[in-house]
C-alpha cells in the first residue's frame, strides 16, 4: 500500500501549512475571545468548531465548489464579502453591554458551548483566507498524475486539522488559569475590547481588499 504523501511533501506541507495556522486570524480571534469570556469547555467547544469549519472546507474541495467560487468574481467576492461582515460583527458584541459581562466562575457560562461552535464553524467556513488556502496551498502538493488525487486531499486536509488541534487547543485550555486575574473589571474590558479591534480590523482589511 502507498501512503497519500510521501515524506518529503508531507514534511513540506507540515512546515507551510503551520505558518500558515500561527499567524494570527479570524479563527485565533474568535477562540481566544469566546475561551476568555466563557472558559475552557466552550473554548474548546469554539476549537472544535473551527475543525467542523475545516471538514465542510474539505467536502467542498473535494466535490470541486471551492473551485466554482473562486473562478466566480461575483460569488467568490459575495463570500469574502459575508465573511467579513460575520467576522467584524462578532468583534463588535465585545464593545456591547451583554458582551462585557463580568468574568465568573458560575457553572453557567455568558456564552453556551452550542454558540461558540455555531460561530466558529460559520466563522471559518465564510473566512475567504481558508477557501484560498485549499485553492492556492493544496494543489502544490497533490500529485496529479495518480488516481488517488481525493484521498490525498483528505490526507492533506486531516494534517491541517491537526496542526490548528496543537496550536488552538492550548489557547483554549489555558483560559481557567487566565480568568484568575481577568477578574479585574478593567482588565477584562480592556481584553475583550483589544480582541474585538483586531477583529474589526481584520474585518476592514478583508472588505477593504475585495473591494478594491
Given at each position: 500500500?502507498?501512503?497519500?504523501i510521501d515524506m518529503t511533501t508531507s514534511s513540506a506541507f507540515l512546515l507551510t501549512a503551520s505558518a500558515t495556522v500561527f499567524a494570527p486570524g479570524p479563527d485565533t480571534l474568535i477562540i481566544l475571545r469566546y475561551?476568555?469570556?466563557?472558559?475552557?469547555?466552550?473554548?474548546?467547544?469554539?476549537?472544535?468548531?473551527?475543525?467542523?469549519?475545516?471538514?465542510?472546507?474539505?467536502?467542498?474541495?473535494?466535490?470541486?465548489?471551492?473551485?466554482?467560487?473562486?473562478?466566480?468574481?461575483?460569488?467568490?467576492?459575495?463570500?469574502?464579502?459575508?465573511?467579513?461582515?460575520?467576522?467584524?460583527?462578532?468583534?463588535?458584541?465585545?464593545?456591547?453591554?451583554?458582551?462585557?459581562?463580568?468574568?465568573?466562575?458560575?457553572?453557567?457560562?455568558?456564552?453556551?458551548?452550542?454558540?461558540?461552535?455555531?460561530?466558529?464553524?460559520?466563522?471559518?467556513?465564510?473566512?475567504?483566507?481558508?477557501?484560498?488556502?485549499?485553492?492556492?496551498?493544496?494543489?502544490?502538493?497533490?500529485?496529479?498524475?495518480?488516481?488517488?488525487?481525493?484521498?490525498?486531499?483528505?490526507?492533506?486536509?486531516?494534517?491541517?486539522?491537526?496542526?490548528?488541534?496543537?496550536?488552538?487547543?492550548?489557547?483554549?485550555?489555558?483560559?481557567?488559569?487566565?480568568?484568575?486575574?481577568?477578574?479585574?473589571?478593567?482588565?477584562?474590558?480592556?481584553?475583550?475590547?483589544?480582541?474585538?479591534?483586531?477583529?474589526?480590523?481584520?474585518?476592514?482589511?478583508?472588505?477593504?481588499?475585495?473591494?478594491?
Amino acid at each position: 500500500m502507498v501512503f497519500p504523501i510521501d515524506m518529503t511533501t508531507s514534511s513540506a506541507f507540515l512546515l507551510t501549512a503551520s505558518a500558515t495556522v500561527f499567524a494570527p486570524g479570524p479563527d485565533t480571534l474568535i477562540i481566544l475571545r469566546y475561551s476568555l469570556r466563557s472558559g475552557r469547555n466552550v473554548g474548546l467547544g469554539t476549537v472544535l468548531g473551527v475543525q467542523f469549519g475545516l471538514i465542510g472546507h474539505t467536502l467542498l474541495a473535494v466535490f470541486g465548489l471551492s473551485v466554482l467560487i473562486a473562478s466566480s468574481p461575483v460569488l467568490f467576492k459575495g463570500e469574502a464579502l459575508m465573511g467579513a461582515a460575520y467576522i467584524g460583527w462578532i468583534g463588535i458584541q465585545g464593545f456591547r453591554e451583554h458582551g462585557l459581562l463580568p468574568v465568573s466562575t458560575s457553572a453557567n457560562p455568558s456564552v453556551t458551548m452550542a454558540k461558540a461552535f455555531r460561530d466558529a464553524v460559520v466563522c471559518n467556513l465564510l473566512n475567504p483566507k481558508v477557501i484560498l488556502l485549499f485553492l492556492a496551498l493544496f494543489p502544490n502538493f497533490v500529485d496529479n498524475s495518480r488516481d488517488d488525487v481525493t484521498l490525498q486531499l483528505v490526507t492533506l486536509s486531516l494534517s491541517l486539522i491537526v496542526i490548528n488541534i496543537i496550536w488552538q487547543t492550548p489557547l483554549a485550555w489555558a483560559a481557567k488559569a487566565v480568568r484568575r486575574w481577568l477578574k479585574n473589571e478593567r482588565i477584562y474590558k480592556f481584553i475583550m475590547h483589544s480582541i474585538g479591534v483586531l477583529m474589526i480590523i481584520v474585518a476592514v482589511l478583508m472588505i477593504y481588499k475585495d473591494l478594491m
